[in-house]
């Protein structure tokens, strides 16, 4: 329903935002997102059809989720609707419903677009389920978030998710040539300037848009131009990365070190944790993941490795930011270089299941203490062989309990100090087949 100020007109006469006036009025002028809008997208075949399902946009900010719904509401005649979840509660969807089913029995679809529909609680999400199941509502969401984790599965099940991609380069050019074919001017930055603008956008469109426009009033004011690309930086300051430290960018970003490390990368290793520490992450909640990089994937192939993941959290414990932040790049240097091996952690994978299976077998006598009188009439003890008065100070007997098969969980590698460990470990074997026959 129109207000008072947009029926009088006004509101076309108001000041708006230029990433606003430049919103796209068809689908076609959407930038960045034709694997869903071109000729074989999804909703490009929605459209087509005449028939559209309710749907969950996926994708982070600038990437036209919000413009997207309302065009696909005016495309398929459906009364647009718009929510916000962040100022939303259970009166406002209760609102929201009673007119949609009324508008229905008009023969008038809704079209409910939920912007930041995961902020919903579960209860909330569920209030959609009838709506949606009878049509009273075509249900759009959008967020920024992992739906997997964020939404019902109920509601997910009723949804197509679909996911919106960052925008590239060429996208963000793109949006800045129609700025300035809208404005009839050119932005008044050097080449390497507007290079760096776009970088700053990190792929969201309206931003990029809105900081063309900070250049523009800048010019408007008499700042020099062009802006070269220290003005620029000093102009309109850098957009932090975007990355949430409790949500899908905090997991994304450290699945990408952790990979790049055992992937022995140590380029790519560096990008990424450079990445986590622009964005504001716990360089500290770092230094622990190093640590389990250490064992989890080099392991004995190193034994060195987990000496630098600690010394690292210890000297940015020692340092803070940021010359503790270089203890943490030199170790991440490291591990990416070092020999990989997860034998050590597959093998007490193996024995911790083997432990669970097992119950609660004891230990072989032969190995046990005898302090009392007891305890040796029981046989505690009995037969112990004492490994450094032995030959090669190895006697070969059985520490497995009685009654269990002999288990084999610790494979090494042939990777760095590993390949030592396997030839010991077969010499062993050798030594403890040799010994058996002779008992």
């Known amino acids: ?54 749907v969950i946009f996926w994708g982070p900010p600038g990437t036209g989720k919000t413009t997207v719904a309302r065009l696909l509401a005016e495309l398929t ?17 209760r609102k929201v419903f009673d007119a949609a089913r ?12 939920v912007d930041e529909i995961h902020r919903f609680n579960r209860s909330q999400q569920d209030s959609f389920l009838p709506y949606m199941e009878d049509g009273t509502v075509i249900l759009v969401g959008a967020t920024t978030e992992n ?44 080449d390497d300037a507007r290079a760096a603008l776009t970088a700053m956008a990190d792929g969201d469109g309206r931003a990029v848009i809105t900081l063309a426009e900070d250049v523009w009033l800048a010019a408007a004011s008499g ?32 699945s990408a070190l952790h990979k790049s490390v055992r992937g022995s990368d140590p380029d790519a290793s560096l990008y990424w944790l450079a990445r986590m520490l622009a964005g504001g992450e716990d360089p500290l909640y770092i230094a622990r993941r190093l640590v389990r990089m250490a064992i989890e ?22 340092l803070g930011s940021p010359e503790g932040e270089l203890a943490l790049a030199q ?21 911790s299941r083997a432990a669970d299976e097992g119950g609660s ?16 009439q029981e046989g505690y003890g009995r037969g112990y062989a004492y490994d450094h008065n032995e030959d090669e100070a190895f006697s070969g007997q059985n520490y497995f309990p009685d009654g269990m098969k002999r288990q084999s969980f610790y494979a090494p590698t042939s990777f760095g100090y590993e390949r030592e460990l396997k030839e010991r470990l077969e010499r062993f074997a050798r030594l403890r087949a040799e010994r058996s026959k002779k008992r």
């Open 147 to 190: 739906p997997s984790f964020e939404l019902n599965s109920a509601l997910l099940s009723r949804a197509s998710v679909l996911t919106f991609k960052r925008l590239g380069e060429e996208g963000l050019k793109s949006l800045l040539a129609r700025a300035e074919a809208h404005e009839g001017r050119k932005l008044p930055l050097t």
């Open 1 to 54: 329903m129109a207000t008072l100020f947009e029926a009088a007109g006004l509101a076309e006469k108001a000041p708006r935002p230029l990433a606003d006036r430049l919103r796209p009025s068809s689908l076609q002028e959407v930038v960045g997102q034709d694997h869903l809008l071109g000729e074989h997208g999804i909703l490009a075949r929605m459209v087509k059809a005449g028939r559209l399902g309710s």
């Open 102 to 113: 009324a508008r229905r029995e008009h023969g008038k679809g809704t079209l409910l677009f």
């Open 77 to 93: 005649d459906l009364h647009f609707e718009q929510l916000s979840a962040i100022q939303s509660g259970v009166a406002d969807l």
């Open 297 to 318: 994937d080099i392991g004995l192939a190193d034994p060195n490795a987990l000496v630098q993941a600690n010394a690292a959290k210890e000297v940015y414990d020692f």
């Open 331 to 351: 170790a991440t240097i490291y591990l990416a270089l070092a020999p990989k091996s997860n034998a050590a952690y597959t093998a007490f994978g193996t024995a």
């Open 361 to 376: 077998l004891a230990p072989p006598k032969h190995i046990l203490n005898a302090p009392t009188k007891l305890m040796k």
């Open 223 to 254: 700042a020099k131009t062009p802006l070269d690309r220290e003005a620029l930086v000093a102009l309109v300051q850098r957009r932090a990365p975007i990355y949430d430290k409790s949500q899908d960018g905090h997991y994304n970003l450290i």
